[in-house]
């Protein structure tokens, strides 16, 4: 199953990819991750702040995607194929540069604070919980929303929290548990209401 | 045969309790006046929308489950809608589609060529879909929908038809095409559903209309002389008359009389007798 989605990634996201925009991408980040180090002084924050800028971004992209989809209609030509629909999204917005840099950016962090891992974990599944919530409300008030205004809100709500929580000071096992129960279930009720959402979106 | 399709008294916000089955390898014509009903039974067919009431089957699934076995075996193709890839080759969205349905390279292979001889499009196939003409982009679309070989095949008033017969009798694809003019439809099929406001008015053989709603027939004649088309009226309706031409509507029972009668008594040239067409038999069901 993994690598038919594997397949399905490398396929769909050729049209993603051409020298300009992989050129692009580099100065983009080098250029954000200077500057967040100039400001922060800090390495690892500056690296943590630029794989949220990446993630953002995507988020941003992924909703844009999903309301001209259901705008135009095209939205059904995801729900007639063999393949999870929120999948199929996800990969629209992908960019292999952002994905092998999020990647690289979580294995540094990962590598140089081993203690965190966990809550690390629970960050990344917040996040994408949050991804998929924003979407399936998308989905659910079917382009009535205005979904890209409100998203700012959402981070600006839970960014600090998560960030205090997983970087600066929260390290008791408690707290290391309740992040990762909060992060799961959140996941979950995201899901729920994206399959909701897809029922009721026709 | 098996049953393809099973239909029974299915109802939707625009469908009434409208029943009817397809064979496999079948290929049936769905005609009507209103194109949001037969959009609409399509949707529900592949799963798209919900039904109110009654009973859906499509290869022995429930479309509304959009079951990935049985999404790997249906294809949809709406008028109007692709999902092409406006700057690229669409041998791109083909090989997207092998991902997605799974298919082997060697089948995806024999699959393409197929196709490619079937709409003739060997010469576009790496060319940008922007570049291609409306026609050109159909037959893509409708090979990108083609390249699983899907065993039920649902078409929406689709702009292209003749690849129907062709592809069905290679394939054994049963097929369910939509269209709201029968001109669409008369060469190319045996059996027709007509539906009006939601309900089936008409299941069954294209030559059945005509015997089950022409209740009259056509005389065509030409005169070799001018005639008082008076002395006529008692044959039949006259539809129109141009010297030297007549068209006349005759009862069914009676069109043999009627047209030994002319022969008698009228300068005829020439003679026959038609059906109505099919086009004008519809427009009154539907009325």
Known sequence: ???????????????????????????????????????????????????????????????????????????????LKPANPI??????????????????????????????????FGLLTILFALHFLVLSLTLFMNYKLPIEKILPLIIIVFLPVVLNNSLIGLTSLMGVLSTLLFSISLLFLSFKLWNYALKNFL | M????????????????????????????????????????????????????????????????????????????????NELWWNLPAICLFELNKALYQIPEREYKKNLDQLISLFNVSKILKTPVNKLSLIQRTKMEMIASLIHKPKVLLLDEPLLKDFVFDYNRENGTTILLSSSYIGDFTDLLRRIIIISEGSVLF??????????????????????????????????TIKKYSFPRIYISVPRTTVTFAAAELLQNHPVNNLAIEEFPIEEIIKNIIK
């Open chain 2, 203 to 236: 299941d069954g053989a294209m030559e059945e209309i005509t015997t089950k709603f022409a209740t009259e027939k056509i005389i065509k004649a030409t005169f070799s002389e001018e005639i008082d088309i008076k002395s006529i009226a008692n044959i039949g």
């Open chain 1, 1 to 79: 199953m993994i690598y038919h989605y594997i397949k399905i990634w490398l396929s769909d996201s050729k049209k993603n990819i051409s020298y300009l925009s992989v050129v692009g991408k580099i100065i983009e980040y080098l250029i954000y991750f200077v500057i967040l180090n100039l400001i922060l002084n800090k390495i690892y924050l500056s690296l943590v702040l630029l794989y949220l800028i990446i993630f953002i971004k995507y988020v941003y992209k992924n909703i844009y995607i999903l309301k001209q989809l259901t705008n135009s209609n095209d939205f059904i030509y995801l729900l």
């Open chain 2, 2 to 81: 098996d049953k393809a399709i099973i239909v029974d008294r299915l109802s939707s916000k625009v469908l009434k309790k409208i029943s009817f089955t397809i064979q496999t390898g079948e290929i049936v014509g769905i005609i009507g006046p209103n194109e949001a009903d037969k959009t609409a039974l399509m949707k529900i067919l592949a799963g798209l929308s919900p039904s109110t009431s009654g009973f859906v089957s499509v290869l022995d699934f429930d479309p509304y489950q959009r079951n990935q076995n049985f999404l790997k075996q249906i294809s949809l193709v709406l008028n109007q809608k």
């Open chain 1, 87 to 120: 999948y199929r999204i996800l990969i629209y917005g992908s960019n292999p540069i952002d994905l092998v840099l999020s990647a690289l950016i979580i294995i540094i962090f990962c590598a140089s604070f081993p203690s965190k891992l966990l809550l690390a």
